[in-house]
């Protein structure tokens, strides 16, 4: 072999040699860029992924943020609605308060219908039916008995038959009935005393105790009033607001 053979055979070798190492280097370098794009791609779905929790955490919140500004709106306007119904109802209660100093003034339109022939006989007559019934709650021998100072002449007049008609009922002796000319219930609201005032007031009625004061039973007009407007109350709503304030 001489020497240009041996060149010749040289130029092959680094020839191969150097297509061998151009192909490892493009192997390499395509293996190097997926693997780049391999990773580039994790990374930019991590990203993604990242921001869309962040962006799902954001909307859950603004979506509790409205769910709870809508609750507070919501109270607030049941409390409103509540409040404009008592407001309502505390207003017909006051107007029952009025027509409560009505009866016992003479100024009622059940007076006509009930054919009293003056407001006096009636309101005198309610008296005594008022005593009658506080006497059966108590069924005490003796009791004491209060009244306001308008209506002592009243008391006066019908306690000698509400004491037979009790006795009549129970079927017991007519039981003693001091009246207390000390002590007297307050007087009824007037212009100078309304009943939205803090004063002590009372529309008529009577208050009896048993001669202990361990028993008192208040049947004034007022208390009448409280316990049927309370026990009421569910009907006066329903009738007023339907089902809503049921």
């Known amino acids: 072999?001489?020497?240009?053979?041996?060149?010749?055979?040289?130029?092959?070798?680094?020839?191969?040699?150097?297509?061998?190492?151009?192909?490892?280097?493009?192997?390499?370098?395509?293996?190097?860029?997926?693997?780049?794009?391999?990773?580039?791609?994790?990374?930019?779905?991590?990203?993604?992924?990242?921001?869309?929790?962040?962006?799902?955490?954001?909307?859950?919140?603004?979506?509790?943020?409205?769910?709870?500004?809508?609750?507070?709106?919501?109270?607030?306007?049941?409390?409103?609605?509540?409040?404009a119904q008592d407001d309502l109802v505390n207003e017909m209660k006051d107007e029952a308060v009025k027509s409560l100093v009505n009866v016992s003034k003479g100024h009622h339109h059940l007076l006509e219908s009930l054919h009293f022939g003056h407001h006096e006989n009636f309101y005198k007559h309610l008296v005594k039916?008022?005593?009658?019934?506080?006497?059966?709650?108590?069924?005490?021998?003796?009791?004491?008995?209060?009244?306001?100072?308008?209506?002592?002449?009243?008391?006066?007049?019908?306690?000698?038959?509400?004491?037979?008609?009790?006795?009549?009922?129970?079927?017991?002796?007519?039981?003693?009935?001091?009246?207390?000319?000390?002590?007297?219930?307050?007087?009824?609201p007037d212009h100078h005393h309304s009943h939205h005032s803090h004063g002590l007031f009372c529309s008529g009625g009577v208050v009896l105790a048993s001669k202990d004061g361990k028993i008192v039973f208040e049947n004034t007009l007022d208390a009448r009033l409280e316990v049927v407007f309370h026990k009421k109350l569910p009907e006066i709503r329903k009738l007023l607001f339907g089902q809503i304030a049921a």
């Open 129 to 188: 039916d008022l005593i009658v019934q506080s006497l059966l709650r108590l069924k005490e021998p003796g009791v004491l008995l209060r009244c306001r100072k308008e209506d002592k002449h009243f008391v006066d007049e019908v306690i000698e038959s509400a004491r037979s008609e009790y006795a009549e009922k129970a079927k017991v002796a007519p039981p003693e009935v001091f009246v207390d000319e000390d002590v007297y219930l307050p007087a009824g």
């Open 1 to 83: 072999m001489n020497d240009a053979d041996v060149s010749k055979q040289i130029l092959q070798m680094v020839r191969f040699i150097r297509q061998e190492a151009e192909e490892k280097a493009n192997e390499i370098s395509v293996s190097a860029e997926e693997e780049f794009n391999i990773e580039k791609l994790q990374l930019v779905e991590a990203e993604k992924k990242k921001i869309r929790q962040e962006y799902e955490k954001k909307e859950k919140q603004v979506e509790v943020r409205k769910k709870i500004e809508y609750s507070m709106q919501l109270n607030a306007s049941r409390i409103k609605v509540l409040q």
